[in-house]
């Protein structure tokens, strides 16, 4: 019997048979596990056989979480970490070598921005493209390429990558497809349908859901051959070769860099998944009619949501995914009243998080992109007035309600 999204989520751990009959998998605190035989525990260690020998790499309360990210990602496997930059970062540590080169939409969330200008001072080369057009991707790719990234919507602007023909064109040039799936989650979004070969989310956003645990996944979807790319190690191409990638990741990426996923978060991000497509609808309605409230405001002179007909993308958004997102961005025609605004939001939460359930605001050029410097910022596409809000699910007429007051 085929399950539907949420009750998939709902069932998935009680259908792995957890101890004691319990409805979610336990809180497994125990760093290291024992073996009444040498050979078993030889065998963890090598790959060889299933089991867990030291909690930095595997867990059974995160890999019960992991198993519910690869469901509702249908891909063939899932490594999570710490964060969503801690993800990023294995991957990058993981396969990519010095001389290697990277390709990035340059409409990026600012800490991923700085991760890769970080990567950029270990030998790895990075080139930063407007990925609306896979023009200027494939003119980008050169012969050391090996990787490209993109976010499905971008953060705070809501640029939407090319994300179908980009996927076209890493196939057939054999480049590694790295989309991050965060904004849109995988209940609006499935990245195996444009052929990522890992799709990225912080799970401490739309995916865990209330702001209360931080978290990051890399799922393999499984459409990628990694037998044909050199950066595989050999020692790890003892098993299945469609599990080799995410072998090396847990190894090289998560093992060796130490970016664990602690068992308490793991449990408070699972159960908060089950609740994630109920959210993501009442956000989305919220973000649509808030977008409409603001464009309609003589006091705005631009809003950036995906669901409106005067994005750039919106046929794009319309076409790739179930619905255009919670997430959007807004200009004040007079930037000095920026802050005055904000400070008059009574439900609207002045904060740095975003995909939580309650409404989150914060003036982007003056916080989390303030380091990047006003010329980085406008090749960004952000505005120095601009404002990014995460929409909650609060009562669409209390939430708008409080938006015209502010605004009054």
């Known amino acids: 019997m085929k399950k539907g999204f949420t009750t998939s989520l709902l069932h998935n751990d009680r259908l792995g048979k957890p101890e004691h009959g319990s409805l979610h998998k336990p809180i497994h605190t125990s760093i290291a596990y024992g073996y009444d035989k040498a050979e078993d525990l030889a065998a963890v260690f090598q790959s060889r056989k299933k089991g867990y020998a030291y909690s930095r790499q595997a867990n059974p309360t995160v890999g019960a979480l992991e198993d519910k990210v ?54 790895v080369t990075v080139t930063f493209v407007d990925a609306t057009s896979v023009a200027n991707v494939e003119a980008a790719i050169r012969p050391e390429t090996k990787l490209v990234l993109v976010e499905t919507i971008a953060n705070p602007a809501t640029q939407i990558a090319d994300l179908k023909r980009i996927g076209e064109l890493c196939h057939k040039r054999g480049l590694i497809y790295v989309v991050d799936n965060t904004l849109t989650s995988p209940y609006l979004f499935l990245t195996t349908t444009v052929q990522a070969t890992f799709s990225v989310n912080s799970l401490s956003k739309y995916f865990g859901g209330h702001g209360d645990a931080l978290g990051g996944s890399v799922t393999d979807t499984g ?39 602690a068992p308490e ?34 006091k705005i002179s631009k809003v950036h949501y995906p669901g409106l007909p005067s994005h750039p993308q919106h046929a794009l958004a319309k076409e790739l995914f179930t619905k255009p997102g919670a997430l959007l961005s807004f200009e004040l025609k007079n930037a000095d009243d920026t802050f005055a605004v904000l400070n008059r939001l009574q439900l609207g939460i002045l904060s740095s998080n975003l995909g939580d359930s309650r409404t989150l605001l914060i003036p982007v050029a003056q916080t989390i992109f303030w380091e990047m410097g006003e010329q980085r910022r406008a090749e960004m596409g952000i505005a120095e007035s601009l404002v990014r809000v995460s929409v909650g699910i609060e009562d669409t007429e209390d939430l708008l309600g409080d938006f015209k007051q502010a605004l009054a």
């Open 223 to 261: 459409l990628f051959d990694w037998s044909k790319f050199p950066n595989m190690y050999d020692i790890y191409k003892s098993t299945d070769p469609k599990q080799w990638a995410l072998l090396q990741l847990r190894k090289k990426g998560l093992r060796d860099f130490g970016g664990t996923l």
């Open 70 to 123: 690869t469901l509702i990602e249908q891909g063939v496997g899932t490594v999570c970490f710490g964060t969503g930059m801690a993800a990023l970062a294995a991957v990058f540590l993981a396969f990519l070598r010095q001389g290697d080169h990277v390709i990035s939409s340059r409409f990026l969330f600012g800490n991923t921005a700085s991760q890769l200008n970080t990567l950029a001072q270990t030998g």
């Open 265 to 298: 978060a793991a449990h408070v991000l699972s159960v908060g998944s089950e609740t994630l497509a109920l959210r993501m609808d009442r956000a989305c309605h919220n973000a649509q009619k808030l977008a409409e409230l603001l464009a309609a405001n003589p």
